[in-house]
């Protein structure tokens, strides 16, 4: 598996890599293939800094969103850009991280069982989804300049309909003007999903 190249205390080159957590599974999709997934959409995006995946229930991802965007629902996909840093500290950072990606599994299989394609591509589109908006992408600002990128790479990654291509105008961030944080991202927010 391909790592970004990091000195360690020792001034040795370590090797880190995009941590991918499957805390819920996903069928037909392992961390090691989600990792090498992660990999080629961030440099696709253009990401030179790792990215951190979780994929879990739709309990821990309401959870996320009630503690960062005062939100109290579930969503498909959060992403949490890292705190910028100066170009100074950047190089002396131990590990550059874009940010972390968090995707509901829930919402992901409902999704995918609506739009008939699998759940491991599923995750996949919202992993990309999240890893455009790490990059500074906003489609709520940017006059369709993240869809077409993000269609561009669904097609060049090989993944059905990108997420903003296929979501009404009503059903896409209806309560976005809302947010505290414009980096913090909500698709199609469900209200009232029960605690499992």
Do not use: W, Y
Request: charged share 25%; net charge positive; aromatic share 2%.
């Amino acid at each position: 598996m391909r790592c970004a190249a990091v000195h360690g205390k020792n001034g040795q080159e370590t090797r880190e890599k995009d941590l991918v957590i499957l805390q819920k599974k996903v069928a037909g999709l392992s961390e090691g293939a989600l990792q090498r997934f992660v990999l080629r959409a961030r440099k696709a995006v253009g990401l030179r800094t790792q990215v951190n995946v979780l994929v879990t229930s739709s309990v821990a991802v309401r959870s996320l969103n009630r503690q960062f965007r005062k939100q109290n629902k579930a969503t498909d996909v959060l992403s949490f850009p890292s705190n910028p840093l100066s170009s100074e500290s950047r190089a002396r950072a131990k590990t550059k991280t874009a940010g972390d990606v968090a995707v509901s599994a829930d919402i992901a299989l409902e999704n995918s069982i609506k739009l008939g394609h699998p759940l491991s591509q599923e995750v996949k589109i919202l992993v990309l989804h999240g890893i455009l908006h790490l990059a500074g992408f906003d489609h709520e600002r940017d006059n369709g300049e993240m869809a077409r990128k993000e269609a561009k790479l669904r097609r060049a990654l090989r993944l059905p309909a990108a997420l903003i291509e296929r979501a009404q105008p009503d059903d896409l961030h209806s309560d976005m003007s809302l947010l505290p944080k414009p980096h913090q991202i909500q698709h199609r927010a469900t209200a009232g999903r029960s605690a499992v």
